[in-house]
């Protein structure tokens, strides 16, 4: 099995280009029916259990390492699951050309990348103007589901995501949300849930008006 990149530098001239397509969907799928998607999948293990597991869902896995990408797209042959589909995005240059205003029922951002050392963090994905993108394609109801197992970036995202006006912290305000509540699991929670470690988990939902 080829090796893939563990990182890429975001902020590289080849990424910072907008580059990202809206993403197709596949035939079969009902047009009205329930848009799921994983932000910077990575191997894509949640998107392919809940792909799996609810095959009436669109589920949607947007990554920046075009290598992930094409290793997806052929296990996704090799499962034959129809409703699952992969697209490249740099989230912070091109997520708002992937989908239209209001169509996507809830976005996933798991385990993101933590850039510790200092001069990197400029590197860290979450920032205002990317939950405002994220707000304006949620559909009415929708959610923004975020999980770290990092308590600086657990903390660092609520910070940004509580000063969005759009999102309502589905706890409450400053508040983490217990346990997983969906019926599949990356495989970094898998391990961080092995060694018996902390996941700390978000729930926001667009806000009414």
Known sequence: MRKIRQHVNPLGEHFMRVRARPALRPAGLDPACRVEVELGCADAEFSFQLAANHPDWLVVGLEIREPCLERNRERVQQLGLGNLVFAYSNLNVDLDQVFAPGSVDRFHLLFPDPWFKERHRKRRVIEPELVRVIATQLRAGGELHVASDVWDVALEIMEVVEGCALLRNMTAPWSFWR???????????ETT???E?????????????
């Open 197 to 209: 470690q902390r996941v700390w988990r978000m729930r926001y939902v667009l806000a009414e008006g």
């Open 179 to 189: 346990g997983n509540p969906f019926d599949a699991q990356s495989r970094r929670e």
């Open 193 to 195: 849930l092995r060694r």
